[in-house]
Nanobody
Framework: QVQLVESGGGLVQPGGSLRLSCQAS????????MGWYRQASGKQREVVAT???????TYADSVKGRFTISRDNAKNTVYLEMNSLKPEDTAVYYC????????????WGQGTQVTVSS
């Protein structure tokens, strides 16, 4: 029902910046929270940042002060601005939509690769 499409990934040098976008096929206000997760090769998927419909945000300790999550409800889009990128930020980044109802399914995008390397 809901499609999430990420974009904005790529190759960047350490210390550089990228902005990821997640475009939803419908209103993102219907979800409790939107979020960004990442999965590095050989590692578990981890939460990077979340933003609720009430605009409350959370960040992983590893990205606090460097990443900013935001949303544009009119465009059905959530963003992740990534600054001061480090090689350890290299991962596939996934967009997530979490419903209000516990019994409802989460939605995931296809992922976009972010590679931080010299």
């Amino acid at each position: 029902q809901v499609q999430l499409v990420e974009s904005g990934g790529g190759l960047v040098q350490p210390g550089g910046s990228l902005r990821l976008s997640c475009q939803a096929s419908g209103s993102i206000s219907r979800f409790y929270a939107m979020g960004w997760y990442r999965q590095a090769s050989g590692k578990q998927r981890e939460v990077v940042a979340t933003i609720t419909s009430a605009n409350s945000t959370t960040y992983a300790d590893s990205v606090k002060g460097r990443f900013t999550i935001s949303r544009d409800n009119a465009k059905n889009t959530v963003y992740l601005e990534m600054n001061s990128l480090k090689p350890e930020d290299t991962a596939v980044y996934y967009c997530n939509a979490s419903p209000f109802s516990v019994g409802w399914q989460d939605y995931w995008g296809q992922g976009t690769q972010v590679t931080v390397s010299s």
